[in-house]
């Protein structure tokens, strides 16, 4: 297959742009997809090379830091704001904002502002990381760049904040597992406790393809809590728009790894009988096989294995 050279997403027009509401928002939205679909290629050529220098590209284009910047000023959270108090209504301010993007090199992220929120149907309540408008952009940003990538290596019944699958997807894909007269017909039901919270930075930084410096950057930016700065040692904080793509990443290889275990464990042969199947929606998944003894005694203990050795613990 011939490789098609690298053309500029675009650099921002000559004369400057005076009215944020003059972007040609369909061309910029065809021209980032166009290079995140070369992205997805040189993933699945395993051309990473190819693939560094797309994002690099991508990410310090007009184009790319236009439509990040859009997203953060669109989505519901557009009228929260950060440690700074700062979000960009005027369309002045989003040119502006267009600008701050292209300075990565000096970039500094602030910390995050944590809330507490109820649990739905719980009277406990979980905390949530608010970034400020330029964290949050700059994050969508990277992470336009980031989700090809991962998207290409995800596991196929991986359904967990991914582009167009949802619980319905993986609600469909557990009945076409358990509807066959030969499907599995135990499931063990799980989930990894406190994940998000406890995800390793070194491992992150080590296997997550983007640009390392940046992400370091947002894991060790801090958390201010009623008016006290702490330290973020571990975690991508739920709150920002590149976490869940950072969790699917590292949780990827589920059942591939299962599968391996069992494959060794018992033989090639006698675990393909297994009938071992793994539907995940980010840290809750579902693990079906053909016997309650293979759940208990194989399954379970692989599990809790890797759940104290994954990278939510250990680098």
């Keep these: 297959m011939k490789t098609q050279p690298a053309t500029p997403v675009a650099s921002a027009p000559s004369g400057g742009v005076m009215n944020w509401h003059d972007l040609d928002w369909a ?8 290079t995140q679909l070369k992205i997805a290629q040189a993933t699945q050529e395993g051309n990473w090379r190819r693939v560094k220098r797309l994002q690099r590209m991508l990410t310090y284009s007009f184009y790319g830091r236009c439509l990040a910047v859009r997203r953060v000023t669109e989505n519901r959270g557009r009228k929260t704001p950060g440690v700074d108090g700062e979000t960009w209504g005027s369309p002045q301010a989003k ?28 009277h406990e309540r979980r905390p949530l990381g608010i970034p400020t408008m330029l964290d949050r952009a700059m994050q969508a940003l990277h992470l336009q760049a980031l989700e090809p990538v991962i998207e290409s290596t995800s596991d196929p019944k991986s359904y967990g904040f991914r582009p167009d699958r949802s619980t319905a997807d993986a609600m469909v894909e557990l009945f076409h597992l358990l509807s066959p007269q030969t499907a599995p017909v135990w499931i063990l039901e799980g ?21 390392t410096k940046v992400l370091r950057k947002w894991l060790k930016a801090g958390v201010i809590d009623r008016r006290q700065l702490m330290a973020t040692e571990a975690g991508t904080p739920q709150g920002g728009i590149i976490s869940p793509c950072l969790a699917n990443a590292t949780l990827n290889g589920l059942e591939t790894q299962l599968k391996r275990h ?11 009988k297994t009938k071992v199947q793994c539907v995940r929606y980010a840290d809750d998944f579902v693990i079906l096989a053909a016997s309650k003894e293979l759940l208990e005694e194989e399954v379970k203990p692989w599990v809790l294995t890797r759940q104290s050795n994954t990278p939510n613990h250990a680098a």
């Design 191 to 211: 989930d990894i406790k406190g994940f998000f919270d406890n995800i390793n930075h070194d491992w992150l930084c080590r296997n997550v393809p983007m640009d």
């Design 262 to 272: 069992l494959a060794k464990k018992l033989g090639i042969k006698k675990a393909e």
């Design 95 to 122: 040119l502006r904002a267009v600008g701050s993007l292209s300075k990565q090199r000096d970039y500094r992220p602030k910390p995050l502002r944590r809330v507490w929120i109820p649990k739905p149907g719980k």
């Design 27 to 34: 061309t910029i939205q065809q021209a980032v997809r166009k």
